[in-house]
């Protein structure tokens, strides 16, 4: 079965600090993998994805992730958090078929403090 | 901008009164999609329109319904809305392989 862990609910991190959120997938072909954001009483905003090729792919707001087959993670990194990025973060799986349904991670919540 | 619009934001309705979403997409997506989002969880899809073909989820329960007229606009109807129907419901759309775009959800209040 298709599914997404998030191992981590909640993240602290200070202003200016690096971050990794942790993404690993469970999927039976070559997956499509996605990151998106989520504002407070807002919906998804799409921050990158992986589709083929390069396994290190730049996203925006200064966001990336590495695609790592061997361990089934997709993990989102930023070098320098800044206080606007608090929000929640989704990892998302799903096949590049017609309907691209996709399967969600719990989420994890980054505060960022001053 | 082309976008995902959602109205209303916010929609409070009274416990078996039925009630009615709306998304409309300016993208010319030909998939549209319905999420449930409960506090602090990940979105559940409901159901999704590939062009006027409606795929329905397994779990989702026969309360929920879905129409598409045009390419541009999709409802989700509730016919007798629970305590436990009360959540931010998410519209989305994609075309092709993309990725999908969200509205930014109406949030679902039962009293």
């Known amino acids: 079965a298709q599914s997404v862990t998030q191992p981590d609910i909640h993240i602290t991190v200070s202003e200016g600090a690096s971050l990794e959120l942790r993404c690993n997938y469970s999927y039976g072909a070559t997956p499509y993998l996605f990151w998106y954001v989520q504002s407070p009483g807002q919906g998804l905003q799409l921050l990158l994805k992986y589709f083929s090729g390069d396994t290190l792919v730049q996203g925006i707001k200064g966001f990336e992730a590495e695609f790592k087959r061997s361990q089934s993670s997709f993990n989102l990194r930023k070098p320098s958090v800044h206080w606007s990025d608090a929000a929640e973060y989704f990892c998302a799986v799903g096949p590049m078929e017609y309907g691209n349904k996709l399967v969600f991670g719990a989420g994890t919540i980054l505060r960022v403090k001053s | 901008d082309a976008m995902v619009i959602q109205n209303p934001r916010y929609q409070v309705t009274q416990f078996g009164k039925p009630v009615t979403l709306s998304c409309s997409q300016t993208?010319?997506?030909?998939?549209m999609y319905w999420y449930q989002q409960k506090s602090s969880q990940a979105p559940k899809l409901l159901f999704h329109y590939y062009d006027k073909d409606f795929n329905n989820e397994a779990d989702t329960p026969d309360n929920f319904q879905s129409r598409r007229p045009n390419t541009s606009f999709c409802f989700l109807d509730i016919r007798s809305p629970g305590l436990g129907d009360a959540a931010m419901y998410l519209c989305?759309?994609?075309?092709?392989?993309?990725?999908?775009?969200f509205g930014d959800g109406t949030r679902l209040s039962i009293l």
């Open positions: 989305a759309t994609s075309r092709d392989q993309q990725p999908q775009h």
């Open positions: 993208l010319n997506h030909n998939v």
